[in-house]
T-cell receptor, first 115, second 114 residues
Framework: AQSVTQLDSHVSVSEGTPVLLRCNYSSSYSPSLFWYVQHPNKGLQLLLKYTSAATLVKGINGFEAEFKKSETSFHLTKPSAHMSDAAEYFC?????????????FGGGTRLMVKP | ETGVTQSPTHLIKTRGQQVTLRCSSQSGHNTVSWYQQALGQGPQFIFQYYGEEENGRGNFPPRFSGLQFPNYSSELNVNALELDDSALYLCASCNYRSSYNEQFFGPGTRLTVL
């Protein structure tokens, strides 16, 4: 069984300040973890993925996440927010090395960026 | 390279009706998954099709059914629509032989049940 908890439903930051979106997971095996972003009226886009290689994962648009097994966390960070980062973000867990397997999504975090 | 496409974009139905949603997978992909995203929630896995057969199913009743065609496109059918079926339905495709688990999502079909 697997589950994901995104600890904040809404996060608001000012442009140019750091972003932290928190995610904790539960899994009975070593999981693969992802962050997806969803802009209004657009499909989900993969930001980054952890698949048991390096624990610090770099993604697109300056985002990165660190896999911490002891804390069962996979928090998403970005040093400096941009207005275009405003969107819904989803933390996702799945079984490793099993392409096409069921993705389990967290409830989402809406990121708002103030000018 | 053509991405995942879905049709229609929006749909309005009434309770008890039946609906069919369509998805064309990305070029080179042989696996299609369907997800339901209720307003304000994360997507939930409905089922997956590989080799024209259901390859896994989430916690959805049998009135949710699907098909996959030889060209890897797919349909999601929902019978006896209920108000709670109102949601964004997302289709995702991938290559089952890929080791990276990356699924590519379409823009979705927004279904409203009145």
């Amino acid at each position: 069984a697997q589950s994901v908890t995104q600890l904040d439903s809404h996060v608001s930051v000012s442009e140019g300040t750091p972003v932290l979106l928190r995610c904790n997971y539960s899994s009975s095996y070593s999981p693969s973890l992802f962050w997806y972003v969803q802009h209004p009226n657009k499909g989900l886009q993969l930001l980054l993925k952890y698949t048991s290689a390096a624990t610090l994962v770099k993604g697109i648009n300056g985002f990165e996440a660190e896999f911490k097994k002891s804390e069962t966390s996979f928090h998403l960070t970005k040093p400096s927010a941009h207005m275009s980062d405003a969107a819904e973000y989803f933390c996702v867990v799945t079984k490793p090395n099993n392409a096409g397997n069921m993705l389990t999504f967290g409830g989402g975090t809406r990121l708002m960026v103030k000018p | 390279e053509t991405g995942v496409t879905q049709s229609p974009t929006h749909l309005i139905k009434t309770r008890g009706q039946q609906v069919t949603l369509r998805c064309s997978s990305q070029s080179g992909h042989n696996t299609v998954s369907w997800y339901q995203q209720a307003l304000g929630q994360g997507p939930q896995f409905i089922f997956q099709y590989y080799g024209e057969e259901e390859n896994g199913r989430g916690n959805f009743p049998p009135r949710f059914s699907g098909l996959q065609f030889p060209n890897y496109s797919s349909e999601l059918n929902v019978n006896a629509l209920e108000l709670d079926d109102s949601a964004l339905y997302l289709c995702a495709s991938c290559n089952y032989r890929s080791s990276y688990n990356e699924q590519f999502f379409g823009p979705g079909t927004r279904l409203t049940v009145l």
